[in-house]
T-cell receptor, first 112, second 114 residues
Framework: DTAVSQTPKYLVTQMGNDKSIKCEQNLGHDTMYWYKQDSKKFLKIMFSYNNKELIINETVPNRFSPKSPDKAHLNLHINSLELGDSAVYFC???????????FGPGTRLTVT | AQSVSQHNHHVILSEAASLELGCNYSYGGTVNLFWYVQYPGQHLQLLLKYFSGDPLVKGIKGFEAEFIKSKFSFNLRKPSVQWSDTAEYFCAVNASGGYQKVTFGIGTKLQVIP
């Protein structure tokens, strides 16, 4: 059983397109996160939701919009994709904010 | 806001060598500390964590870390590394209490040579 799952695993698209990445956790956690890992492996938080409510919103372009339909899901929609958006995006969850996090397998986004 | 420094960006060791990866954080209050590992092509997994109590914490796969409050450090150690320990290691910190974001260090790439 996959604790934190993401789809798709790979995403190749052209500049200007709009795409979504889905994340689901079956751990019963209240808090979910989106991270961006760049080519140098640096991991930076983008958003955090607790029980469907946005609690952390780092300096991320408005083109990125998270959506949490319920506490088990946190999707990431990206509008007008740019070359600089190419990265691996990780979803994670935890029992509550600040606790140990469980990461999904990542989505490798390539913008051409 | 907190920050994390990992001093060794790329470490190469032979099998059976001892490992110590440095991690220092910057924050004036009480913190939670973590070490995560990312094996090639995989997602991050928790190695160990410190919230309170005994400053020497033991994690999975023979890893341990020591929290030294006076030095703002949380170094990761393993007495004898194996080829399978080849991975990227991330130190992370967050302020205790409430919904505090976790800040990750830049990571240390460990390469173990058979």
């Amino acid at each position: 059983d996959t604790a934190v799952s993401q789809t798709p695993k790979y995403l190749v698209t052209q500049m200007g397109n709009d795409k979504s990445i889905k994340c689901e956790q079956n751990l019963g956690h209240d808090t979910m996160y989106w991270y961006k890992q760049d080519s140098k492996k640096f991991l930076k938080i983008m958003f955090s939701y607790n029980n469907k409510e946005l609690i952390i919103n780092e300096t991320v372009p408005n083109r990125f919009s998270p959506k949490s339909p319920d506490k088990a899901h946190l999707n990431l929609h990206i509008n007008s994709l740019e070359l600089g958006d190419s990265a691996v995006y990780f979803c994670a969850s935890s029992r509550q904010g600040g606790n140990e996090q469980y990461f999904g397998p990542g989505t490798r986004l390539t913008v051409t | 806001a907190q920050s994390v420094s990992q001093h060794n960006h790329h470490v190469i060791l032979s099998e059976a060598a001892s490992l110590e990866l440095g991690c220092n954080y910057s924050y004036g209050g009480t913190v939670n500390l973590f070490w995560y590992v990312q094996y090639p092509g995989q997602h991050l997994q928790l190695l160990l964590k410190y919230f309170s109590g005994d400053p020497l914490v033991k994690g999975i796969k023979g890893f341990e870390a020591e929290f030294i409050k006076s030095k703002f450090s949380f170094n990761l150690r393993k007495p004898s590394v194996q080829w399978s320990d080849t991975a990227e290691y991330f130190c992370a910190v967050n302020a205790s209490g409430g919904y505090q974001k976790v800040t990750f260090g830049i990571g240390t790439k460990l390469q173990v040579i058979p």
